[in-house]
């Protein structure tokens, strides 16, 4: 069974700061991983995807990493703002994923930056 | 706007009473869940279409029954609610050749059992 874990649960920051999010998973064969945010009362929207052949991707200033072999994802937040006060979500494929896509979340890392 | 629609965002029940959340996506994506999501246990599957025509049970099934009525529409009825039914509930739609979208998630129904 796929077991996703994020530390810290909480963290709170002054605007400007570079920050590392971490995800780690139990099963490391793994379809992909993506990373979520979701703002209070909101659903979930989609970050980056990391495919199991890929070290890592980038989207502005986000920048997520794959290691499978150590079953760990960082999310890296470079220059943070207020607006990036949210919560951040990741998530792997459950073992004998015959839908391909099923995921396993973590329970997140809520975000605070202090302006 | 494409993406995943859910009705209704918010609804209270008394225990015993049933009734049926509706998901639509317009993105012809193939797969469809259902996930809720409870303080202190993250989200969690309960069902899921792989593709029209076909459901599978997730993590947390019990007490919960859906419907893939077609490609667009997944929906999740509870027959006879329970407290322990109060959530948030959220549908999401994906399609493996979109590697780069991966999920679409509506925005949530918030349901209270009392």
């Known amino acids: 069974k796929q077991e996703v874990t994020q530390i810290p649960a909480a963290l709170s920051v002054p605007e400007g700061e570079n920050l590392v999010l971490n995800c780690s998973f139990t099963?490391?064969?793994?379809?992909?991983l993506q990373w979520f945010r979701q703002d209070p009362g909101k659903g979930l929207t989609s970050l980056l995807l990391?495919?199991?052949?890929?070290r890592e991707q980038t989207s502005g200033r986000l920048n997520a990493s794959l290691d499978k072999s150590s079953g760990r994802s960082t999310l890296y937040i470079a220059a943070s703002q207020p607006g990036d006060s949210a919560t951040y979500l990741c998530a792997a494929p459950r073992e004998n994923n015959n839908a391909g896509n099923m995921l396993t979340f973590g329970g997140g890392t809520r975000l605070m930056v202090k302006p | 706007n494409a993406g995943v629609t859910q009705t209704p965002k918010f609804q209270v029940l008394k225990t015993g009473q049933s009734m049926t959340l509706q998901c639509a996506q317009d993105m012809n994506h193939n797969s469809m869940y259902w996930y809720r999501q409870d303080p202190g246990m993250g989200l969690r599957l309960i069902y899921y279409s792989a593709s029209e025509g076909t459901t599978d049970k997730g993590e947390v099934p019990n007490g919960y029954n859906v419907s893939r009525l077609n490609k667009r529409e997944f929906s999740l009825r509870l027959e006879s609610a329970a407290p322990s039914q109060t959530s948030v509930y959220f549908c999401?739609?994906?399609?493996?050749?979109?590697?780069?979208?991966?999920?679409?998630f509506g925005s949530g129904t918030r349901l209270t059992v009392v």
């Open positions: 990391i495919q199991s052949s890929q």
């Open positions: 099963d490391s064969a793994i379809y992909n």
């Open positions: 999401a739609s994906s399609e493996l050749r979109e590697s780069l979208l991966g999920y679409t």
